[in-house]
C-alpha cells in the first residue's frame, strides 16, 4: 500500500507536475475565496455564498495564475540552478517581487474583471486603486515564504509549498478583490428601498 501510494506522489510530482501544480492552485484560490466569504457572512447574516465568485476564482486559478505559478518557477530555476546557495535565492526572491509580484497582481484583477463582465478601463481603474494595496503586502508576506521555497525545497515542490502558503494569501486577494463590490451591493439595495418608499 504505502509503494503505491509513493508511486503515484512520485508522478504527481514529475510527470504530472503541471497538471498537480494548475489543479492545486486553482482548489486553493477557490478555498480561499470560499473561507473569504464565509468571514464576510459572520459581520453580515443577510449575505449568501456567491458560487459564482468562487467558481470565477477557480477560473482564474485553473487558466491562468496556476499555469503561470508552474512556468515561472520553471524559469527560475532554468536561469538559475537550484542548490542551496543564499546569494541564488536572494537573486530568484528579488526577482519574484520585482517581476511576478506585478504581473501576478495584475492578472489577477483582469482576469476577474473580465469574467464578471467589466470593461478594460474600469478593470484598469481598479488595478490602479488596489495595487499599491496588494504589492506592499506582498512585501511584508512573500519574501520570508520564498526564502524557505528558494534555499529548502526542491525544484519540484516550489509550486506546491507557494500554492499552500497562498491559501492565506488568496483570502487576502479575495477580500481586497471584492471588498468595494460587496459595498456597493449594499448601497444599491438601500438606494432601491428608498426608491420603492417613495413610489
Known amino acids: 500500500m504505502y509503494t503505491i501510494i509513493r508511486t503515484s506522489v512520485n508522478k504527481l510530482f514529475s510527470r504530472y507536475l503541471f497538471v498537480t501544480n494548475t489543479l492545486t492552485a486553482s482548489g486553493l484560490l ?8 464565509a468571514r464576510e457572512r459572520r459581520k453580515d447574516m443577510s449575505k449568501k455564498h456567491d458560487w ?18 508552474h512556468g515561472w518557477y520553471t524559469f527560475l530555476d532554468h536561469i538559475l540552478p537550484a542548490g542551496y546557495c543564499l546569494k541564488t535565492s536572494g537573486k530568484k526572491i528579488l526577482l519574484d517581487q520585482l517581476i511576478a509580484a506585478p504581473i501576478f497582481a495584475y492578472t489577477f484583477i483582469m482576469s476577474c474583471d473580465a469574467l464578471e463582465g467589466k470593461d478594460f478601463k474600469s478593470s484598469t481603474d481598479e488595478f490602479k486603486d488596489k495595487f499599491p494595496t496588494i504589492y506592499l503586502t506582498d512585501w511584508m508576506v512573500w519574501p520570508a515564504a520564498q526564502a524557505i521555497n528558494f534555499y529548502y525545497l526542491s525544484p519540484k515542490y516550489r509550486a506546491l509549498y507557494a500554492n499552500i502558503v497562498t491559501l492565506g494569501w488568496n483570502v487576502f486577494l479575495s477580500y481586497i478583490k471584492h471588498k468595494d463590490s460587496s459595498h456597493c451591493d449594499k448601497d444599491a439595495e438601500e438606494t432601491d428601498m428608498q426608491d420603492d418608499t417613495k413610489s
Open 30 to 37: 477557490g478555498l480561499g475565496d470560499a473561507i473569504e466569504q
Open 52 to 69: 459564482r465568485r468562487t467558481g470565477q476564482m477557480l477560473t482564474v486559478g485553473l487558466c491562468l495564475t496556476g499555469p503561470m505559478m
